[in-house]
């Protein structure tokens, strides 16, 4: 478990499966990862999440607000990017939050607290993110979080077709801290 002054990044609970659900159901919380999906493929989602943490340690875990316990969306770090791209082995920082939690620090939050852990329960050299040209908002935080641009590392996605507007990935990394 991740505190920070406003948030608790946790392992994964049964009553956040709704409201997970709920997320992947908004059109524009989902818009530049592919579209909306359904139940069941949000609980999918969290059940590898669940098993992904406990085989290696860390994977993405659910963001909740301290303040009142409301479930906002998740964050962390997992290992492993997509086969037959550049970025197959690397040390990923990713997060997804309910639109009415944009616009309030709350991803940049947990976002450097889970890059954090890595530093202290990781070998990794470095923390990449990636995402598509689109979503300034992402690549954007990634600038704030001190990561910087990797033009050699940007990648096709492989679950899109060429052209595709989704298709297209930029990558980002911060190297660990001497």
Not at 79 to 91: F, L, M, N, Q
Not at 102 to 124: F, K, L, M, N, V
Request: glycine share 10%; charged share 25%; net charge neutral.
């Amino acid at each position: 478990m991740i505190e920070t002054e406003r948030l608790i990044v946790r392992p994964w609970r049964d009553e956040d499966r709704a409201p997970f659900a709920a997320m992947g159901a908004d059109a524009e919380v989902m818009r530049h990862l592919g579209g909306v999906i359904d139940r069941a493929a949000s609980d999918a989602a969290i059940d590898r999440y669940v098993a992904k943490a406990a085989a290696n340690g860390g994977d993405f875990w659910a963001v909740e607000r301290r303040g009142d316990g409301a479930f906002l969306g998740f964050c962390g770090i997992r290992r492993g990017g997509h086969p037959g791209t550049p970025v197959p082995a690397e040390w990923e920082v990713g997060w997804r939050l309910r639109r009415d939690a944009w616009g309030q620090g709350y991803a940049r939050e947990a976002a450097a607290a889970s890059i954090d852990w890595a530093w202290s329960h990781t070998p990794a050299a470095r923390v990449a993110a990636w995402t598509v040209p689109a979503n300034t908002a992402s690549w954007g935080l990634m600038r704030r979080l001190g990561m910087a641009h990797r033009p050699e590392l940007d990648f096709d996605h492989p679950a899109f077709t060429p052209g595709h507007p989704l298709c297209r990935h930029l990558v980002y990394t911060i190297d660990r801290p001497a």
